[in-house]
């Protein structure tokens, strides 16, 4: 039968694997997609994503980020992070404040693997159907749960953030901007929150790409279709002679 016990030193494992990973392995994946790094905080940006009609990061042709919303959970986040290890590539993962409290194992292997991350509220209610207090209540109740879960403390700050459904008014988009968040929306969006196969999934990713030559692209760690269309979608850049930007705080 399996235990907590079990649970924790398998997870114990995995976050030696990837911590190790991460400290050794940067050149391990020839003809791996390229990376850049991008500090949001250095180059004075505030808040992005043309889907929230924000600004567009200062991405070259051809340079997507990968987000991933909604996690962490146990079944899933571990599977992607090691899709993106395999491929030698880092990305931000958004995480919802009581998700992120109830696995904080599987929130401190996303930053093990070398990942950025950010809050995406702690209820994940939309908030634009709340008052405006109890919006922003949500907001810095996540972005604490999160710097708790990954960081053990409050100490290291969790900046970025993604309003739930992607939709936030301008006045809690200014208000989370003087708490001092960054506002990170997305450009490209494969909906893979719908459940569809995974070729499916991919399908409606193309056509999207199709009409970009850059952007963030959002999927969602928590759902099961997500783990096999990660590396359809890496598979997909490198046909196109994408690269990677991750995002760092």
């Not at 301008?170 to 995974?198: C, F, H, K, M, T």
């Amino acid at each position: 039968m399996i235990t907590g016990k079990h649970i924790v030193a398998a997870f114990s494992a995995a976050l030696l694997s990837i911590g190790l990973w991460a400290a050794a392995a940067e050149a391990a994946c020839p003809g791996a997609l390229s990376e850049r790094v991008l500090d949001l905080s250095d180059a004075g940006i505030t808040r992005f994503g043309t889907l929230q009609k924000l600004p567009a990061l200062p991405l070259n042709k051809g340079e997507y980020v990968l987000t991933f919303d909604d996690g962490p959970r146990r079944e899933t986040t571990p599977k992607i992070l090691e899709e993106l290890q395999a491929a030698c590539l880092h990305a931000t993962f958004m995480m919802i404040g009581q998700r992120a409290e109830r696995r904080s194992l599987v929130a401190k292997m996303v930053l093990l693997g070398g990942h950025s991350i950010g809050s995406h509220s702690y209820t994940h209610r939309n908030l634009t159907t709340l008052s405006f207090d109890e919006a922003m209540n949500d907001i810095k109740r996540g972005v604490a749960a999160v710097e708790r879960a990954v960081y053990g403390n409050r100490m290291t700050p969790v900046r970025m953030f993604r309003f739930p459904d992607n939709s936030g008014t301008p006045a809690l988009i200014n208000a989370a901007e003087q708490l001092g968040l960054i506002i990170a929306s997305y450009d490209v969006s494969p909906e893979d929150w719908r459940g569809s196969p995974p070729e499916e999934t991919m399908h409606r990713l193309r056509q999207r790409l199709n009409t970009v030559d850059r952007g963030v692209i959002v999927m969602h760690d928590v759902q099961d279709n997500t783990v096999p269309l990660v590396p359809m979608v890496l598979e997909e850049l490198k046909k196109r002679g994408a690269s990677i930007v991750h995002l760092v705080q």
